[in-house]
């Protein structure tokens, strides 16, 4: 398949996912440069491209959609292919977690305030909430 | 005996994970983001199984040491012991290391070899951390792990192998050059450089990304079968040039482990190795998983956590020619030629 941007070079990289369009983009590995562009520092964490080279280590997730293209032309090197083929994760009800993690606190404070009552009646949403999070599909 | 469980020793599986809020372990310095990665993880398994949390700044030396010993824990999560912590099951077959070069390491092992039956548990427990922890994921690379070796999948499965054919005849080297092509690493366990403890090596997948974590199992497993074939013929080819002398060294060792005042872990490693493949080879009778059980429980921290004291070298020594005395008398019988 050839570069679907210069026409001239075989494609290389799959930039589908990176490229604004978002439909199939192939480029080789002139036009990569071109078509995903990245900044020498991380904006989210401040970690540096040069510092990725001297380390082999992202600073953080951010890292690297902020490197680009370096960081399809490593992953091209390390791994040979570009997309991931394996399970993705589940989507996580965070909210009901959080709210999980707030009753607890609340019954810590009313249980050191001997509002027993009040404890028992929160411990049993706690309660409800983890089947909920547990049972979730 | 069927060749592979006389080849396969123990499988193991571990998957890297991170937090997508947080930068990668070794630049977090925020002491209260390093608080909220161990709870999280730990509230995580709250109320399932039966894990422990050690927080590695708290953990004993020795202790620390045993869990190494017992393949829970890496010399990395050691290394950074002011924001690591670690989660460990009764049985000591699935943990869980934090802030090691990833925020998450799940790993679960099993005696012998089961690549699915243990990444069967293994999915189970990633499935119960992603319903509270947001981890960090890409559409098109996939999970995203501090180093990009590990992208993807983020899945290394291992398999730790005895080997002695192969490397008594020297072809090692080859063998491992040729998974390298493959996309795999065999290397010898424990050893110095290339050299192998116990004629153990381990062999492990490369590529984590582009591949389904099923057809990296399947691929993992080719390989396996592959080696345990080449072994088989290595083994036999030994037996046929060198029959006289694999007899020698078995009994020998038997021998020595019988009868000895001093035994140092390395040396223990090599007469095991000679013993077990005098089982393969029907000179010795054992059950060779109980023979690699004992491969762990001579090492010095698990000897210690034995002995419940506090040893010299020296002692630690004698303690260890004095259980493996028993335990040759109780596990090993001589064949009549
Ligand atoms: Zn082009
Ligand atoms: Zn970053």
């Given amino acids: 398949m050839l570069c679907s941007r210069c026409g001239k070079r075989d494609a290389v990289y799959d930039v589908t996912e ?10 080789c590995d002139e036009c990569l440069g071109e078509v995903c562009q990245g900044s ?28 680009l293209p370096l960081t399809l032309r490593e992953t091209l090197r390390l791994q040979g292919k ?28 009313l249980l050191n305030a001997r509002d027993y009552a009040a404890a028992k009646r929160l411990s049993e949403e706690i309660v409800r909430l983890n089947r909920e999070i547990e049972g979730e599909e | 005996m ?27 310095k925020d002491k209260e983001a390093v608080e909220t990665i161990i709870h999280t993880v730990s509230e995580a398994l709250n109320r399932a199984d039966d894990f422990k949390l050690y927080r590695m700044d708290a953990v004993p030396m020795d202790e620390a040491e045993r869990f190494m010993e017992n393949y829970l824990i890496s010399p990395a999560l050691i290394e950074r012991r002011d924001i690591s912590a670690v989660l460990i099951n009764s049985d000591e077959n699935l943990s869980i290391m934090i802030n090691e070069e990833d925020h998450l390491r799940e790993q679960c092992s099993c005696k012998g070899y089961d690549l699915s039956g243990c990444y069967e548990i293994l999915a189970g427990l990633d499935d119960r951390l992603s319903k509270s922890i947001a981890f960090a994921y890409d559409e098109q690379l996939g999970y995203l792990t501090a180093c990009p070796t590990n ?38 366990v424990n050893g110095e450089g290339s050299a192998s403890l116990g004629a153990l090596c381990q062999l492990s997948n490369e590529v984590t990304l582009g591949m389904s974590e099923n057809e990296i199992l399947h691929e993992v497993n080719n390989v396996v079968l592959k080696i345990v074939q080449l072994e088989g013929e290595e083994r036999r080819n030994l037996f046929l040039t060198d029959g006289p002398q694999v007899r020698d060294r078995a009994l020998r060792a038997y021998g020595v482990l ?21 089982v393969t080879l029907g000179i010795l009778e054992a059950d060779l998983s109980q023979l690699d059980d004992l491969a762990v429980a001579m090492r010095n921290a ?29 596990l090993i019988v001589r064949k009549e030629a």
């Avoid at chain 1, 978002?22 to 480029?27: A, C, I, Q, S």
């Avoid at chain 1, 994760?89 to 609340?106: F, G, H, M, T, V």
């Avoid at chain 2, 019988?258 to 005098?278: I, P, S, W």
């Fill in chain 1, 82 to 109: 570009l997309i991931h083929e394996g399970a993705r994760p589940r989507r996580a009800n965070y909210k009901l977690i959080a709210r999980r993690e707030r009753l607890k606190q609340q019954v810590e404070e």
């Fill in chain 2, 2 to 28: 069927e060749l592979l469980q006389t080849v396969a020793v123990s499988t193991r599986i571990r998957l890297a994970r991170n937090f997508a809020e947080y930068p990668f372990p070794h630049r977090l």
């Fill in chain 2, 302 to 330: 698990n000897l210690k956590a034995r002995i419940k004291m506090p040893l010299t070298e020296l002692e630690l020594a004698s303690c260890r020619a004095k259980y493996a005395e028993s335990a040759a008398e109780k």
């Fill in chain 2, 151 to 188: 992208l993807g999948t983020g899945m290394r499965a291992s398999v730790m192998l005895f080997l002695p054919g192969l490397i008594e005849n020297g072809l090692l080297p080859a063998v491992g050059e040729q998974m390298e092509r493959l996309g795999f690493t065999l290397r010898g």
């Fill in chain 1, 40 to 67: 020498a520092t991380c904006p989210t964490c401040g970690w540096t491209q040069e510092e990725y080279m001297r380390t082999g280590l992202m600073g953080c997730a951010d890292c690297y959609r902020a490197f």
């Fill in chain 2, 258 to 278: 019988r009868n000895c005042a001093l035994l140092e872990y390395e040396e223990f490693m090599t007469l095991l190795a000679d013993v077990k493949l005098g």
């Fill in chain 1, 18 to 27: 990176f490229a604004d369009t978002r439909l199939p983009t192939f480029v």
